[in-house]
């Protein structure tokens, strides 16, 4: 069970764990989708077009494997640095969120979750 302050501090901390890693995944997609440009680029120039298409295809997937695992990876460690309530264990996003500050019981099951 959470007091109101504890459950509003892990609230901000789970939103600050998303926001940098956020900016995280956007340098890191952004700057991958530059390199993959340029590599692109010196290929086409080097190879003809035909010999030069299964590299690009491979290097896009290689690219969109890399952002949504981060995607991934980010979603993941801010699921789990939110609140859960203590009976179902579900994790408070959004709505349930909102609920649990209004009620101060889960959204789900009814427990009691802010003493």
Do not use: H
Not at 13 to 18: C, K, L, W
Not at 69 to 95: E, H, I, N, Y
Request: glycine share 8%; charged share 20%.
């Amino acid at each position: 069970m959470y007091t109101r302050e504890s459950f509003e501090r892990q609230r901000a901390q789970a939103a600050a764990i998303g926001r940098t890693l956020g900016r995280f995944t956007a340098v890191v997609a952004v700057g991958l989708g530059l390199g993959q440009l340029l590599f692109i680029r010196a290929v086409e120039s080097r190879l003809a077009k035909n010999k030069a298409l299964p590299f690009e295809v491979a290097l896009f997937i290689a690219y969109i494997v890399v952002v949504g695992f981060l995607v991934w990876q980010m979603d993941r460690q801010v699921t789990s640095a939110r609140p859960r309530c203590p009976q179902c264990k579900q994790s408070f996003k959004g709505v349930p969120d909102g609920v649990v500050l209004a009620t101060g019981k889960c959204s789900n099951c009814g427990a009691q979750v802010i003493s």
